[in-house]
């Protein structure tokens, strides 16, 4: 048997990575430093000390190329990690492809996704700064049920502001998350200034990611023994998430493989940032590989937004950073992929994307739902719908190359499994789904309202 003919190749778990990987080392143009919303100058560790601990605060500014990981958290990783890295022999034939397509896939842990590879470390830097509660928010629910697992397996309290439309449309992400102890609050919520004066102005206001950010840090700011945690967007976040590349990496490295295209959709870009950046880091040295990240078309950050300082939140409480946005007045549509319809991204992806060392494509859900059935029907998985974007853009990859009669390798990440997204599915089945275009009117108007920094 030749090692191109494995289809399942896994790692043993004492090859989890040791360390994670921080691109801002190696990157040509280092992401721009953050800024107060208060002061409208560069935010200084002090300040973000109110809401983050100190190790997570040096993590987000370090330039060390290599971070340790902790025993602890890696010895949680064990229960799950290395995660599988397949080769979707029967995608490959259903598409009749001369490519080879291998995915990496993070939805073997409990809560589906890959956010519990930075809930873990987070929860942990917070206990051992003796932070007895979390506050975070959650939109679509799957960075609320990974820090409500992490904070219960280290013994923490966790309160998740979850975005009142999903509250009410996906309960068992809300019982998911309370069978693990969390406080789930509805947000807008009574329990925040923030939250109180939108009802005020509007009781019946169905709630965004950036009001429920918001709740959060302001929960946090106003407890001593309570921080905040974020499931992407921030360079710590992008780092801890590493580890899926790392590994993917080995694994190609077994079967005598080197990615010549590598997908992942991108929200705030932290599975992205996972399994890009140790490939990155060949590129920065001359390697040729190509790196794309892929988004919504009802939400298209980076193919459409501007490159400029913006506010996180809607109550502009948390730091501004500099970023693809389509402005934080910008509400996208209720599309079915939750998890990518942040108005941001990611600093670092930002600056990469910038600087033309990484692509971005949209598409629209039904070309994604159509895609997550044929992944579906031919490798088994049900991805989340967010994962289908990245699916979408590697099929038409291995239909290029099919035009082409060109042989190359394309890796792809699963980001997680679609076991609680049947409402979405059913969506489709009985053809309720719509694509919906982003209007540039209401970006337009958003973009007015950037924050004025002097750099
Ligand atoms: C949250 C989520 C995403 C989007 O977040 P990123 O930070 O861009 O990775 C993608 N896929 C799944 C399954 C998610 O839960």
């Known amino acids: 048997?030749?090692?191109?003919?494995?289809?399942?190749?896994?790692?043993?778990?004492?090859?989890?990575?040791?360390?994670?990987?921080?691109?801002?080392?190696?990157?040509?143009?280092?992401?721009?430093?953050?800024?107060?919303?208060?002061?409208?100058?560069?935010?200084?560790?002090d300040e973000m000390s109110v809401i983050f601990p100190k190790e997570l605060i040096m993590q987000e500014m370090t330039t060390d190329r290599w971070v340790d990981i902790p025993d602890e958290v890696r010895d949680m990783y064990k229960q799950w990690r290395p995660?599988?890295?397949?080769?979707?022999?029967?995608?490959?034939?259903?598409?009749?492809t001369p490519a080879r397509i291998y995915y990496k896939y993070e939805g073997t842990n409990a809560t589906g996704s890959h956010k519990l590879n930075t809930a873990l470390p987070q929860v942990f830097y917070n206990?051992?700064?003796?932070?007895?509660?979390?506050?975070?928010?959650?939109?679509?629910?799957?960075?609320?049920?990974?820090?409500?697992?992490?904070?219960?397996r280290f013994g923490l309290e966790c309160t998740v502001y979850m975005v009142k439309v999903s509250y009410e449309q996906k309960p068992y992400r809300r019982s998911f998350m309370q069978t693990f102890g969390a406080t789930v609050t509805a947000s807008p919520s009574s329990l925040t200034n923030c939250g109180r004066s939108i009802l005020e102005k509007d009781p019946n206001c169905t709630g965004s990611l950036g009001i429920?950010?918001?709740?959060?840090?302001?929960?946090?700011?106003?407890?001593?023994?309570?921080?905040?945690?974020?499931?992407?967007?921030?360079n710590h976040v992008c780092m801890h998430q590493t580890i899926i590349g790392l590994e993917a990496k080995k694994q190609l490295e077994m079967v005598d493989e080197y990615p010549?295209?590598?997908?992942?959709?991108?929200?705030?870009?932290?599975?992205?940032?996972?399994?890009?950046?140790?490939?990155?880091?060949?590129?920065?040295?001359?390697?040729?590989?190509?790196?794309?990240?892929?988004?919504?078309?009802?939400?298209?950050?980076?193919?459409?937004?501007?490159?400029?300082?913006?506010?996180?939140?809607?109550?502009?409480?948390?730091?501004i950073t500099k970023m693809y946005t389509l402005g934080h007045d910008f509400v996208p549509a209720g599309?079915?992929?939750?998890?990518?319809?942040?108005?941001?991204?990611?600093?670092?992806?930002?600056?990469?994307?910038?600087?033309?060392?990484?692509?971005?494509?949209a598409f629209g859900q039904k070309a994604c739902f159509e895609a997550a059935l044929m992944f579906a029907r031919s490798e088994g998985i049900v991805p989340a719908p967010e994962s289908s974007h990245a699916i979408r853009a590697a099929i038409d990859e291995a239909l290029k190359s099919k035009a082409e009669g060109r042989e190359q390798v394309i890796l792809f990440n699963l980001s997680g499994h679609g076991y609680f997204d049947f409402a979405a599915y059913d969506s489709y089945f009985t053809g309720k789904l719509d694509d919906i275009e982003y209007s540039e009117d209401a970006v337009k108007e958003s973009i007015k309202n950037l924050p004025k920094i002097e750099e």
């Open 127 to 152: 206990k051992a700064a003796g932070i007895k509660r979390l506050a975070t928010e959650t939109g679509a629910g799957q960075w609320g049920s990974a820090l409500s697992l992490a904070t219960s």
């Open 83 to 96: 995660s599988p890295l397949y080769r979707a022999r029967a995608l490959e034939k259903l598409l009749d």
């Open 260 to 319: 010549d295209v590598i997908f992942a959709c991108c929200g705030g870009g932290s599975n992205f940032a996972g399994i890009t950046f140790p490939f990155l880091m060949d590129k920065f040295k001359g390697k040729n590989v190509r790196a794309v990240a892929v988004e919504p078309t009802a939400c298209p950050t980076l193919t459409k937004g501007v490159f400029a300082y913006d506010y996180g939140d809607t109550a502009k409480v948390a730091p």
């Open 212 to 234: 429920a950010i918001s709740e959060a840090v302001e929960d946090a700011a106003t407890h001593s023994d309570t921080n905040y945690a974020l499931g992407s967007v921030l």
């Open 1 to 45: 048997m030749s090692k191109r003919d494995f289809t399942k190749i896994l790692l043993d778990e004492n090859e989890i990575p040791k360390q994670w990987y921080n691109i801002v080392a190696d990157m040509p143009n280092k992401p721009a430093p953050y800024y107060s919303p208060v002061t409208n100058q560069p935010a200084t560790p």
């Open 335 to 361: 599309i079915h992929a939750g998890g990518l319809r942040y108005h941001g991204d990611s600093p670092i992806v930002s600056q990469l994307y910038h600087d033309g060392l990484i692509e971005a494509q």
